[in-house]
């Protein structure tokens, strides 16, 4: 006979599936004992740059049940965002995740779906939904429940399908049954550290978040450093460099969520197009995307370090 902590897994896999999650994988909450020591020298070398808020509440990134009361799971999800249409060539480049509408309140509302459901189907169940929102080490709780490794970039990778897809997570007090970790497939391959054209890949697995183009141009409020003028290879918003040279992502496959479809004045955007960017224009382009977290003046700003 089926017992209830398998029955309940299974519900909550298949409603992922059904509210179109790529994959659910599931873990046990405590204490990160591996991240622990390399958060604490990734933070110690100042890898996060201008991040000041990845100093912020060190023990709770690294343990949920400071987070959550009472957690027992962490419910690891992921959602596709690989596109089927793309900006055209002659243009400046909007990292792919950012082409749609923006993945917060997207994922936000299908992560309540999912509780929901559950609390319909289990009953009295108390958690909480992270979407980038919180101190939660998305990638180290995937990799711990199954869903891929981390690879040379620091990016999650699976072999089905590549490494392009946001990851969120449930927290809930109930115990249900833990997948385990998957194995490395990364082998002797360098293709990331060596295409990334900031060196921002300082060694295998290790991302000096300060060097990053990412950083560069979306989190970074100062002026962009001049030793990196003419490196930034036309990347406005964010960078895809280190997955669209990683052999995995050619098993990528278009995403099936309309709301990530981008908009079509977008991708008929020219270099001309972005320089002369109106606010007009700007608000109607990315009226929901989340290249509203630059702003119009970051936005110009990038893309005149560019030209």
């Not at 006979?1 to 999650?21: C, H, P, V």
């Not at 669209?244 to 020219?270: G, I, R, Y």
């Amino acid at each position: 006979m089926i017992n209830n902590k398998t029955k309940y897994t299974q519900f909550i896999k298949s409603e992922a599936q059904r509210l179109g999650f790529l994959s659910c994988g599931i873990s046990k909450a405590g204490f990160l004992e591996q991240e622990a020591p390399r958060l604490e020298n990734w933070l110690q070398n100042q890898r996060n740059g201008q991040m000041a808020y990845m100093e912020n509440h060190f023990d709770k990134r690294l343990d949920p049940t400071l987070l959550v009361d009472g957690a027992k799971s962490v419910i690891s999800l992921l959602l596709n965002y690989y596109p089927s249409e793309f900006q055209q060539s002659d243009s400046y480049k909007i990292s792919k995740y950012a082409l749609g509408q923006d993945y917060h309140f997207v994922i936000k509302d299908k992560l309540n779906a999912l509780l929901s459901e559950m609390q319909s189907f289990i009953g009295e169940i108390s958690g909480r939904a992270f979407v980038d929102s919180a101190p939660v080490l998305d990638k180290a709780w995937a990799a711990k429940s199954g869903l891929g490794w981390i690879g040379k970039n620091s990016n999650l990778i699976t072999k089905q399908v590549g490494s392009f897809y946001f990851i969120a997570e449930l927290i809930i007090d109930l115990e249900l049954e833990y997948d385990t970790a998957t194995t490395d497939h990364c082998g002797n391959c360098t293709a990331c550290i060596d295409a990334c054209p900031t060196d921002a890949i300082v060694a295998p697995y290790i991302v000096d978040g300060s060097k990053c183009i990412s950083y560069f141009t979306i989190e970074l409020k100062d002026n962009l450093p001049l030793e990196f003028r003419g490196k930034f290879d036309d990347w406005a918003f964010g960078c895809d460099v280190c997955q669209d040279v990683c052999p995995w992502n050619k098993f990528s496959k278009a995403h099936s969520e309309p709301l990530f479809n981008p908009n079509p004045t977008l991708l008929a955007m020219s270099k001309k197009d972005f320089e002369e960017i109106t606010d007009a224009t700007f608000k109607m382009v990315f009226k929901n995307s989340a290249v509203k977290r630059t702003k119009l003046e970051g936005l110009k700003r990038n893309i005149e370090f560019l030209k």
